[in-house]
């Protein structure tokens, strides 16, 4: 494996110790997408918002009843908690 210079490990370090935000981030630009999204497009949203989810740390559980319920003011909801 490749060394990496100083800043390129400051980068890493930074993106490891900001995971969350980014996922909360990246799930709130999906929710928006959702409310826009039709048909396949849906799904793919649906499959990417299901990514970012999981990186926030919200239980497996949870999502799938999201997901069923297809509702993204439902979602945007949960994620108010998480802001």
């Known amino acids: 494996m490749a060394e990496h ?3 390129q490990e400051k980068i890493i370090k930074n993106y490891y110790q900001n995971r969350d935000a980014i996922g909360l981030q990246k799930a709130q630009e999906a929710v928006t997408d959702l409310y826009l999204s039709e048909g396949k497009k849906r799904a793919q949203v649906w499959k990417r918002l299901v990514s970012h989810l999981e990186k926030i740390g919200i239980p497996e559980k949870q ?5 069923e319920d297809d509702d993204p003011a439902k979602v945007a909801k949960v994620l108010e908690k998480y802001v």
Not at 63 to 67: A, P, V
């Open 5 to 7: 210079s100083r800043h």
């Open 63 to 67: 999502i799938k009843q999201m997901q």
